[in-house]
């Protein structure tokens, strides 16, 4: 195929069209977090991600797409700061990174078209933050999209079954639990 012939791909919106009520609500997350782990330089990162997080998960839901521009570079950010505050932490963040993602690639490529590259580069980013604690985050992740698929299918039936789920916020959802349990 030419390359002019090609249909070219939307860029990811940087910004969810209702900017002030998700901003206030990722406002007051990144509160609730700083007060709920105690305030130091860890804290505020999770703050950050945290409301980077509902931000992301906004995003999703519009327009299922999630930006390159922002989770790669978020994720960058994140494990550098885990090895500029603690080494020990930033390889655990990294490793906990590249497995977690890793996994999502490894169930998009069994699956195609049942998880996107989006979800697989916002893994990375749960795993910069949360490090090992990342599989909890997946799990009730995982958990709360199978709920709320089986919710679907009672209320549509079998054609739900067609329809695809956003997985960013469940996913969102699962790290800040964790990060809430923590």
Not at 9 to 20: E, S, T, V
Not at 70 to 91: Q, T, W
């Amino acid at each position: 195929m030419h390359a002019d012939l090609a249909v070219p791909q939307r860029p990811a919106p940087l910004r969810p069209r209702r900017i002030a009520p998700v901003g206030a609500v990722a406002s007051c997350l990144a509160v609730v977090l700083v007060a709920h782990l105690g305030f130091s330089a860890w804290s505020v990162v999770a703050a950050a991600a945290g409301a980077l997080l509902v931000w992301l998960a906004a995003i999703d839901l519009e327009s299922r797409l999630i930006p390159n521009r922002i989770v790669l570079p978020a994720a960058a950010v994140v494990i550098g700061i885990a090895f500029v505050l603690d080494p020990a932490l930033g390889v655990e963040h990294l490793v906990a990174a590249v497995a977690a993602s890793a996994f999502l690639w490894l169930a998009a490529a069994v699956r195609p078209g049942a998880l996107g590259m989006g979800d697989v580069k916002l893994a990375l980013l749960l795993g910069a933050l949360l490090g090992a604690d990342v599989l909890t985050a997946l799990w009730i992740g995982f958990l709360l999209v199978a709920a709320t698929g089986l919710v679907q299918v009672a209320r549509h039936g079998r054609s739900a079954l067609k329809q695809h789920l956003p997985l960013a916020p469940f996913l969102a959802a699962g790290a800040i639990a964790t990060l809430l349990l923590s």
